[in-house]
């Protein structure tokens, strides 16, 4: 998770997830619904480095155009910063998992609270890392004010402003090329019923 220099305040609930509701085929890989006291991230659970990162209550919540809500549990991870000053925390998936061929859902609550200055350079998010690498970033972008992926060798922004928590659901489609083949396709706050036709935004990937 990795939030950028800049001033802003910014509050993520994370729940990473395989699939959509309404897609029950796959195996869940990792949920984290920060489900901890409140306080600093750093040392709970299995993540470090939380830097200026506080586990905050309440969580973040989301009902979709069918009345339907998400279902959720725990607080929210909250940071305040201010001028160029910058945080990550990290916790490990606890297995490495194979690309090749698969297609693997990310999900997540989250919300940037607009300030003087406004949201439009903001970097807010969740980052994918390999052997200390950065290969995906999946939030708002900065730049554009809006939500966005970023998979190292492109950029995808979203017409969908940050200032409003919304349901964001990356899809990862790799093909038997592994991590550098494929698409990542972000759908922005959908029926939890079924997977969208057409998504918010779709880049080739690359890294």
């Known amino acids: 998770m990795n939030h950028h220099p800049s001033t802003w305040k910014t509050r993520l609930a994370v729940a990473l997830v395989p699939c959509l509701l309404g897609q029950a085929s796959a195996a869940l890989i990792v ?36 009345f339907s809500q998400l279902a959720t549990t725990g607080n929210r991870l909250d940071s ?21 061929g698969q297609t693997i859902y990310i999900s997540f609550l989250a919300r940037i609270d607009e300030n003087v200055e406004g949201p439009r350079n903001r970097f807010a998010g969740v980052s994918l890392m390999g052997s200390g690498t950065e290969h995906y970033f999946m939030g708002a972008g900065g730049g554009s004010g809006t939500w966005a992926i970023d998979n190292k060798t492109s950029i995808g922004n979203s017409s969908v402003g940050v200032t409003n928590v919304a349901f964001l659901v990356y899809r990862l489609d790799f093909t038997v090329g592994g991590p550098s083949s494929g698409t990542t396709s972000l759908f922005i706050n959908p029926n939890l019923s079924d997977i969208p036709a057409v998504a918010d935004v779709t880049i080739a990937n690359g890294d």
Request: hydrophobic share 30%; net charge negative; charged share 15%.
């Open 31 to 66: 949920y984290d619904g920060f489900d901890y006291p409140t306080g600093p991230i750093a040392g709970v659970g299995t993540w470090t480095n939380g830097g200026l990162g506080e586990v905050a209550s309440p969580g973040l919540s989301y009902v979709d155009s069918s």
């Open 80 to 100: 305040d910063l201010v001028d160029n000053t910058s945080f990550a925390s990290f916790r490990e998936l606890g297995q490495s998992y194979s690309t090749v």
